[in-house]
């Protein structure tokens, strides 16, 4: 698990997670705040269950604040134990990353995008092959990358745990893609963004 969630191919290049140099971020994994900057955006949203570190980190970067990433600071992080509660864990962040995403447009990137049309493909190719065989080349390509891509991940572990890789990936990918997709409409509707965006403006003056 933690092999799979710390490598590109299972979250992106997510420099909290990968590793690399300190500089500006779209978001860090907790994080120690400047206090003006969690007064000036009111701190998390209370509404967001999954995503609200992402969500406040975007609402400090668009208030003129930056989020830092530092890798000198270090976290210890324990994964899910086991392969259900990681699936349950991806889905909800892809629901909610959802969320984020319908209440502050222009925040989705193509990292995002890749899990649901990793799903929406081999959904598309294991039934549309019972009718058109070349159709399953597309999940097939896909079970052939993340085998090659754990490869690498495998060094230094036991040999016991070098199937669980591509498994842990796939995992991933896969909840998290399902959970983007079948994200309600109405999911995070009491978030203090919500709110606020559908409030009419009434008048003008300085702040």
Known sequence: MAAAMTSKVGVGNARFHTGGEGGPAD?????????????????????????????????????????????????????????????????HYGRWRRVVARQHKGTINLRYLAPPVAVAGIVLGLVGGVFLWPLLLVPAAYLALITAASAPLARGLPASSWPLIPVALATMHMSWGVGFITSPPGLGADSRTARTSSEPASGSGGA
């Open 27 to 91: 978001t860090v994994y907790l994080g120690v705040f400047r206090r003006s900057a969690l007064e000036r955006v009111g701190g998390y949203d209370e509404a967001f269950l999954r995503a609200q570190d992402w969500e406040m980190n975007h609402r400090i970067r668009t208030t003129g604040g930056t989020v830092w990433f530092q890798p000198r600071m270090r976290v210890s992080y324990r994964p899910r134990r086991n392969v259900r509660l990681l699936a349950k864990q991806y889905f």
